[in-house]
């Protein structure tokens, strides 16, 4: 193991800057539960403008984000429908099931993404015999689909068949501002169809930790309410909001890098013998790829490979990989990467 390394796990690796740092140390703050943190509520009234909603609430994490909006849209016996891929389906714990008492539909999509014909045919009949569709949930970026960014017609097209059944809608948009970057739409468009939208602060954002989860202000107080149950209410919040406000000044432009340095990887990658990737795929910050039959290692000792040599990836399968650049990892840190990684195919 190098000292230096190259974390391409995730970009939840990312740490503060000495800036962001002096920021949150020197915040005002308040009791949070009270509402009288002043950084809370300039996070809060910040990205409900980004969002174009009437209200925020700050939260630890966009998985608890999610959770608490099920909550708020739904009740036990009740489906709540999204792509098969989706963070909430593998990466939350059974939250929904757990915590709301819903069961999940997963629709087959393409690289997390569906059409509106998909949604239209799976949504319940009003029989009692048959759980009650009553919330769609949508991913965008969609991590495990590659960073993919959903086509705002087709996002609005889907948004659209929900309506017209009553249905709910919430975003999981923990990387939203990266479909931002790279599409240049606006936050607000996309999340102009949801009754609730989250978004993480601190994945390619690099603020350490926390979450908004935002809607309608009679929204919001209901989220209060779960919050508190699920035990997300704290009090002096403001050290680490100012780490999302820090992040939402002077970070979302600067994810085209992260863009930019993905697209370096995928091309990198796609030159190498025993790598099967197509860089057209690659959206935002989020790489898939494969090792080949050829390849004489599976992608676990391939990546502990990589480790040994500091670079870190992770493995999604017996083939799979995956690599997501962020704000940490340098133009010079990808060549670096690529090189070593190039010497262990070769053995």
């Known amino acids: 193991m ?28 308040g009791d949070e539960q009270k509402g009288e943190d002043p950084t809370v509520n300039l996070l809060q009234e910040k990205t409900a403008n980004l969002l174009g909603k009437e209200a925020v609430i700050f939260l630890p994490s966009s998985t608890m984000s999610n959770e608490i909006a099920f909550k708020v849209h739904t009740r036990p016996d009740d489906e709540i429908i999204m792509e098969q891929s989706s963070h909430p389906i ?8 757990f915590h709301s008492g819903a069961m999940i539909y997963p629709i087959a999509g393409h690289r997390g993404l569906f059409q509106p014909d998909q949604l239209q ?18 991913e965008n970026t969609h991590n495990m689909g590659g960073g993919t960014i959903w086509p705002v017609e087709q996002l609005e097209g889907v948004c659209a068949t929900a309506r017209q059944h009553d249905l709910a809608l919430h975003l999981d948009g923990a990387r939203l501002l990266n479909a931002v970057v790279a599409s240049g739409i606006p936050a607000a468009r996309y999340a102009a169809p949801f009754d609730s939208v989250c978004l993480c602060l601190s994945k390619g954002l690099g603020a350490p930790v926390g979450s908004v989860l935002a809607g309608s202000q009679a929204f919001i107080r209901e989220a209060r309410r ?28 600067r994810l085209a890098e992260d863009h930019a340095n993905a697209q370096l990887l995928a091309e990198g990658l796609s030159s190498m013998t025993g790598v099967d990737i197509n860089p057209e795929h690659v959206e935002t910050n989020i790489i898939f790829f494969e090792l080949t039959p050829e390849t004489p290692f599976t992608a676990p000792v391939f990546v502990e490979r990589l480790e040994q040599r500091g670079v870190r990836m992770i493995a999604m399968g017996p083939s799979r990989i995956r690599a997501v ?5 340098s133009r010079p840190g990808i060549e670096m990467a690529l090189d070593i990684i190039r010497d262990v195919l070769q053995g």
């Open 2 to 29: 190098t000292e230096s390394l190259i974390d391409l796990s995730s970009d939840t690796a990312t740490c503060p800057t000495p800036a962001m740092r002096r920021t949150m140390a020197e915040a005002p703050v």
């Open 90 to 97: 593998h990466f939350e714990v059974g939250g929904p099931a």
């Open 121 to 138: 045919a799976v949504i319940r009949p009003d029989a009692p015999h048959f759980p009650r569709s009553r919330l769609v949930s949508l």
């Open 226 to 253: 779960y919050k508190h149950l699920f035990g997300g209410a704290m009090r002096q919040a403001g050290i680490i909001a100012a780490g999302g406000v820090y992040a939402l000044d002077h970070n979302i432009e």
């Open 325 to 329: 650049t962020h704000l940490d990892v």
